[in-house]
């Protein structure tokens, strides 16, 4: 198990829940719009953003904005020492830096030993563009080790100054080489890890690259803190960290909908049932989520004969005939309406659980 670091109230590592981050995207330096931007991420359920801060006015929009949103804050610093001490007097919950853009070592010190008399942790992130040039030269260009050993190199750097509150990342654009390198630096170190894929892209290639990236590190058991970089809307990167914690089964899904792939059976429209099941269940899961109720598994099958059957792991489901169709649960038949009353029965009972 890795060790834990307090991120504003948000405990990484040590195996507390995987908190999912996002990142702003609005200019930092104006303030109404970035706190904007902070509130609907924590209204998404972001549980930590992360903030640019390119230059002092930055600074100061950032520690104005610390005052107004009640969400964990980690302050983004790239090449200047004096933004992250800023940052820090500021009230940033959490740094990120590399050591390797900071400038000296003593530079570097004064940040730590500002962290330090805050008690923040301080993320050390590389990734394929900022590895080590000797690192990379010794492994003939990025490679999953070149990653591994320069984020090892970069957590040594700031314990050698006397700090371990420390979290890293090590992210690679390339899948595969994203899940080597971290197995690699899973027996190197025992700090939390933030995991993501970086540049994953477009919101279709970004997700799936992401689902992928993420998913095979969160079942591997790496990974205590993770980002979705997606091309968009920072929300949706929170949307679609949720589901992967839903997918890999590390966060409850309010309403877990499985659908049959149709075939030459199916004799309703079962494409467009699953999707309307999957929209309005998706509504009735917040409500649910929001009153404490257990999590529910609905089966949408299009086949009478052997729907229930298929599905009896499932708490409710309904399945397809011919004009009409069956509502089960746990396999076993409540009620038979016609095929245009289907769902609205299905979410009748489920309304009633
Ligand atoms: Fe085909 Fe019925 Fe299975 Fe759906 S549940 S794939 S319709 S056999």
Known sequence: MTKSVNCGGVVIGGGAPISIQSMT?????????????????????????RV??????AADS????????????VADIHFDYRLALAAID??????????GNIGSIENVKKVIDKSKERNIPIRVGVNSGSLQKDIREKHGGVTAEALAESGAATLKIIEDLGYDQLVVSIKSSNVKMNYDAHMLLKGMSDHPIHIGITESGTPANGKLKSAV????????GIGDTMRVSLTDDPVNEVIWGKKI????????????????????RTEIDL????????????????????????????????CAVNGPGESREADYGIAGGKGEGLVFAHGEILDKVPEDKLLDRLLEIIEDD
């Not at 914690?245 to 030459?264: N, Q, Y």
């Open 25 to 49: 995207n609005v200019d930092t330096r104006d303030t109404v719009s970035f706190v904007r931007q902070l509130n609907e991420l924590k209204d998404a359920g972001c549980d930590i953003a």
């Open 52 to 57: 640019a801060i390119p230059d002092m006015q």
């Open 62 to 73: 950032f520690g104005l904005a610390r005052k107004q949103v009640d969400l964990p804050l």
């Open 90 to 99: 500021a009230g940033a919950d959490k740094i990120r830096i590399n050591p």
């Open 213 to 220: 990236g993420i998913g095979s590190l969160l079942l591997a």
């Open 245 to 264: 914690l839903e997918t890999v089964g590390l966060r409850d899904k309010p309403i877990e909908i499985v659908s049959c792939p149709t075939c030459g």
């Open 271 to 302: 494409i467009a049932l699953a999707n309307e099941a999957e929209e309005r269940l998706e509504k009735v899961g917040v409500i649910r989520h929001a009153k404490g109720k257990r999590p529910l598994k609905v089966a949408v099958m299009g």
